[in-house]
């Protein structure tokens, strides 16, 4: 089986090729190493198993210490890999050197100094940019560690120097930086939806988490600033009768079954979830950082219709009302039930079982600009006072506002049901978002196609449902993008959320290249290929 990388070294470092290893499991680049494949066939021809092995893999990983320049076996396996023009990426590793004299190793290997030479910590403060990196990655790993039991790699003594490689190890091998956590479509759409085509139905469902007078009080003016929209709300509900009992039962019930607990310990971990939810909460509060503190809506049910005689899907979304507490709430509950091996197996046709854990509905999107005849997507790296700090995003994402959204019409009169239930507005949200965070709604093209086109599922710290969508902007060609749009962006309502926004040009090579060295978020990585795909159907 083809492998990306052959990994060439000397046996008495096998503490380095473990850190190596340990990190490519998580970044998703497979290995042939000798220790896993050559005592698997006893009787077979060890050296020719080694040169096939190299030639069947992408490229050659070789862990230079003064170690390997003294075995046999690692010289004969890369003058191999150069005979037959294999990819070398050769990690040093002297760490009683300053710096390494890549002159002194003629002796090894006279071609060793025409092949790639892979970073270090030694060289980090050369380079601009890797820092930022490997803080990405080390805080990826306190993210992972909320649902697993993973070692802890920071402790790794080589943790820095097996980043800083992979990158060049990526690089090479044409791969995208892996993000912690995953983004799974839950219902792509081949075109954008019509407005009339996404329905998002408020039901007579609720679910709220109540924290406990003392976690109350540590929270006071977090709550205190609720009370306007609870009052608002109340009223938009009217004589409604709004179940909160059914999402709470069904949540409790969930754990007991995965968890094999009684109704007495599925309600102790719930209590523990609440005062970890309360000591964030609380942290936040002291360094100031963002909240969202709005009514918010989870997702209870989702449907398709693709009905014959309609040449469009319509998507429909029965939501329910919830809050922030209670999302922080459910987000530290799904950290405690994963490291108790619950299985969260969500897809279209079996959201209602996972309802009350995907208590917040975001939508997030990218603006595509055209300038001329290039194209570039507007990528926005999120400030430090919010939840993906410091991590690269698409340009606008908001989450789902009850009030804020509502469907009107024309009189601004919410519109109802039957039943009494209302309706949010997807238009209304994307324009709000362009609105707070880049005050660029007013510049949004109507000659293109725009708007939302896919429902998805964000899991890494949180479990999370994200509408995905786009807006273009037209820019003048002979103009500089930053000066045309920096006049609108820097003035935004929300601009305290970002740190910084860069235009990358929309080609995926050209994009994987500037998002090298990156931490992004999943959803984003995920969102710009799609968007990619419609680029290719000419879609836009």
């Known amino acids: ?67 390997s320049m003294a075995s046999e076996y690692v010289k004969k396996e890369i003058d191999y890999a150069f005979e037959k023009g294999k990819q070398v990426l050769c990690f040093p590793f002297f ?20 092949t790639q030479w892979l970073c270090t910590g030694q060289q980090l403060h050369h380079i601009p940019g890797l820092g930022e990196y490997v803080e990405g990655v080390q805080k990826a790993n306190t ?28 690089q ?64 938009i509900n009217g004589m409604r009768m709004i179940d909160t009992s059914e999402l709470m039962e069904s949540m409790l019930a969930f754990i007991e079954t995965q968890c094999g607990m009684t109704r007495v310990e599925a309600l102790g971990i719930l209590e523990e979830a609440k005062e970890l939810a309360t000591e964030v909460i609380a942290g936040d509060l002291q360094r100031n950082n963002l909240m969202f503190n709005g009514p918010m809506v989870g997702v209870y049910n989702i449907a398709v219709d693709r009905s014959p005689s309609e040449e469009d899907s319509i998507l429909l979304m029965d939501l329910y009302q919830s809050d922030y507490f209670t999302f922080k709430c459910t987000g530290e509950l799904f950290h405690l039930l994963k490291k108790r091996g619950a299985k969260f197996d969500i897809k279209l046709q079996s959201v209602t079982p996972y309802a009350p854990f995907l208590c917040s509905l975001g939508l997030g999107g990218f603006i595509v600009v055209k300038h001329g005849e290039e194209e570039y997507l507007q990528w926005v790296k999120r400030s430090g006072v919010i939840q993906a700090k410091n991590m ?30 209302f309706f949010l507005d997807a238009n209304t949200i994307i324009r709000r978002a362009l609105q707070e965070e880049l005050r660029l709604q007013n510049k949004v093209s109507t000659k ?14 949180r479990l999370e449902m994200e509408l995905l969508s786009f807006s273009i902007i037209e820019t003048d060609a002979s103009r500089d993008i930053h000066e045309q749009l920096s006049p609108y962006t820097d003035s935004a309502k929300d601009r305290i959320e970002r740190e910084q926004i860069e235009y990358i040009p929309f080609d995926m090579k050209e994009m994987t290249q500037a998002l090298h060295g990156k931490f992004l978020t999943p959803e984003s990585y995920t969102l710009a290929q799609r968007l990619m795909v419609f680029k290719e159907e000419e879609l836009f």
């Open 1 to 67: 089986m083809k492998k990306d990388i052959f990994i060439s070294y000397s046996s008495k470092n096998k503490d380095i090729v473990a850190s190596f290893l340990k990190d490519f499991k998580l970044s998703n680049i497979s290995t042939w190493i000798d220790t896993e494949n050559l005592y698997k066939n006893p009787g077979t021809d060890f050296t020719q198993e080694i040169m096939n092995s190299i030639d069947e893999s992408k490229a050659v990983l070789l862990i230079y210490t003064k170690e």
């Open 95 to 114: 760490p009683h050197n300053e710096e390494v004299n890549f002159n002194r190793h003629r002796d090894f290997s006279d071609k060793l100094n025409s």
């Open 143 to 170: 993210l992972q560690s909320l649902i697993t039991d993973l070692p802890d790699r920071d402790e790794d003594k080589f943790s820095v120097d097996v980043i800083l490689a992979r990158i060049g190890i990526q």
């Open 172 to 235: 090479v091998l044409g791969k995208p930086l892996m993000p912690f956590g995953t983004f799974t479509s839950i219902e792509p759409n081949p075109d954008v939806y019509k407005n009339e085509h996404l329905i998002m139905k408020v039901i007579n469902k609720a679910m709220y988490i109540a924290p406990t007078p003392a976690q109350a009080a540590r929270m006071r003016s977090f709550l205190d600033r609720s009370a306007g929209w609870r009052g608002e709300l109340a009223e």
């Open 392 to 421: 690269w995003h698409f340009s606008y994402d908001e989450t789902v506002h009850l009030l804020k959204d509502i469907k009107r019409n024309q009189k601004k009169e919410i519109i109802r049901d039957d039943q009494g239930a």
């Open 448 to 461: 293109f196609n725009t708007g939302v086109f896919e429902l998805g599922l964000i899991e890494c710290d």
